[in-house]
């Protein structure tokens, strides 16, 4: 299974970012997937997970209202939109599937390499 992140960058305080995270390996259908990040000095924590078809969603309350999760199953492809960003947004972001079709804000089998998402102040 191969989890590809893409999409971070840097980016001014207020500005957007779209991150993608494309499959393979496993029928993401089939699986519940999430973003994760972790800062410098920080452990990592849960950001958002969505559920194979999309109707369960979570967020952290930090980028509640600000991120959105989604997902396109025939694409393989699951993405975070982040719209006004601020610095402590600054981390590397990991996407993650779970083995099982549910949403969850814990509990992943697979994870991907990570993308580095800088926001300036």
């Known amino acids: 299974v191969q989890l590809q992140a893409s999409g971070g960058g840097l980016v001014q305080a207020g500005g957007s970012l779209r991150l993608s995270c494309a499959a393979s390996g496993l029928t993401s259908s089939n699986s519940g997937m999430g973003w994760f990040r972790q800062a410098p000095g920080k452990e990592r924590e849960f950001v958002s997970g969505i559920s194979w078809n999309g109707g369960t969603t979570y967020y952290a309350d930090s980028v509640k209202g600000r991120f959105t999760i989604s997902r396109h199953n025939a694409k393989n492809t699951v993405y975070l939109q982040m719209n006004s960003l601020m610095p402590e947004d600054t981390a590397v972001y990991y996407c993650?599937?779970?083995?099982?079709?549910?949403?969850?804000?814990?509990?992943?089998?697979?994870w991907g390499q990570g993308t580095q998402v800088t926001v300036s102040s």
């Open positions: 993650a599937a779970r083995k099982g079709p549910y949403a969850s804000r814990t509990s992943y089998d697979y």
